[in-house]
C-alpha cells in the first residue's frame, strides 16, 4: 500500500487526482441504478450499498459521456483489502491502470472472467486465482429444508465457537460485527455448534443478499447440517428479500447439491484470490 503522508508534506498516493472521466462517488442512489442491471453479478457491490458495510467500501466510476461505463469497488471492512470490478470490457483496464497506485500490494480480488486480461496486465499473475460459481436464487424457486432442529440464530456469545470452527475454512473473512447483521444462523449437535452459515453483504434497499462463511465441522458433515443452516438463513432473508446469491468453488460438487436442493442455480463464472505485488 501506499505510504501515507511523511513529514515533507508529500501527499499519498491515494490521494492524487484522479483522470476526469473517473471519480470516487458515493452517491449510493446512482451506484445502485448502475449495479442493479445485473444484481447476482454484481451482488456484493450493491449488497456493500448498505449502512453498515458502506463505510468501509469506496466506488471509483469510469463515466461516459452521459452514464456509467464502469466501477471498481475497493473495500477495507476485512482482514484484507477486496477489489471487484463490474461493466464494460473495454472500461475496466482503463479504471484499473488509473487506481492502480491506490491498491495495496497484497489484494483480495473477485475477478470476473472478462476482466481477467486487464488486471493480469495490472495485478500480476492470476494463475493460482480459484475459478468460482456464482450461484443466484430468487424467492419463488426457494425449497426450505423439511427439518430445522438444532439451527438458531448466531449472537456474540457464539463468536468463539463460529471462529474455532472457521479454522476448517481458511478463506473465511468473518468478522465478529458480521453478527450484527443478525444473518447468521448456526446448528448444533448435542449443544456444540458445527455448522455456521451468515451473509458477505445484505442491501433491503437493492433487494439483494450475498450469503456466506458458510462452513461445517469436518466430522460433521453429511448430515444435513449445512443444508438445514443454510435454509433457515435464506428463509430469514426471502422475510425482507426476494433475491440472493452466493460464491462456491466451481469443482465442489458436494456444495453444489446442497445449494441446487434449496433451490440455487448458476448465474455466471468469476476467480477469487490474493494477489501479492510486492
Known amino acids: 500500500m501506499a505510504a501515507a503522508e511523511d513529514g515533507s508534506g508529500k501527499r499519498a498516493a491515494w490521494q492524487t487526482p484522479l483522470p476526469a472521466h473517473i471519480r470516487e462517488v458515493r452517491d449510493r442512489e446512482m451506484l445502485g441504478r448502475f449495479l442493479a442491471r445485473e444484481p ?42 477486496a477489489l471487484l470490478t463490474y461493466g464494460s470490457t473495454d472500461h475496466v483496464p482503463l479504471l484499473l491502470a488509473a487506481l492502480s497506485h491506490r491498491l495495496p500490494s497484497r489484494v483480495y480480488v473477485h475477478l470476473p472472467e472478462e476482466h481477467a486480461p486487464a488486471y493480469e496486465s495490472l ?12 450461484l443466484g436464487l430468487d424467492r419463488s424457486r ?47 449437535d448435542e449443544g456444540r455448534v458445527v455448522s455456521v452459515a451468515g451473509v458477505h453483504a445484505v442491501s433491503f434497499e437493492h433487494d439483494i443478499g450475498v450469503l456466506g462463511n458458510i462452513v461445517t465441522h469436518p466430522d460433521f458433515r453429511g448430515r444435513g447440517h449445512s443444508t438445514n443452516c443454510t435454509g433457515r438463513l435464506v ?41 501479492d505485488r510486492s
Open 40 to 81: 447476482v453479478r454484481t451482488a456484493y457491490l450493491l449488497g456493500d450499498l448498505d449502512p453498515l458495510f458502506f463505510p468501509y467500501a469506496r466506488y471509483f466510476v469510469y463515466f461516459g459521456e452521459k452514464e456509467p461505463l464502469a466501477v471498481a469497488m475497493r473495500y477495507d471492512g476485512l482482514s484484507a483489502p
Open 123 to 134: 495485478l500480476g499473475d492470476t494463475r493460482s486465482l480459484r475459478r468460482m460459481a456464482r
Open 142 to 188: 426457494f425449497v426450505p429444508p423439511a427439518d430445522l432442529t438444532g439451527v438458531s440464530r448466531a449472537t456474540h456469545a457464539d463468536t468463539a465457537d463460529i471462529i474455532d470452527l472457521y479454522r476448517f475454512y481458511p478463506d473465511s473473512f468473518f468478522e465478529p460485527y458480521h453478527l450484527e447483521t443478525g444473518y447468521y444462523f448456526v446448528a448444533r
Open 235 to 275: 428463509e430469514e432473508l426471502f422475510l425482507r428479500l426476494s433475491r440472493l446469491a452466493l460464491n462456491v468453488s466451481a469443482d465442489n460438487d458436494s456444495a453444489r447439491s446442497v445449494y441446487a436442493r434449496l433451490g440455487f442455480v448458476d448465474d455466471s463464472t468469476f476467480y477469487e484470490g490474493l494477489i
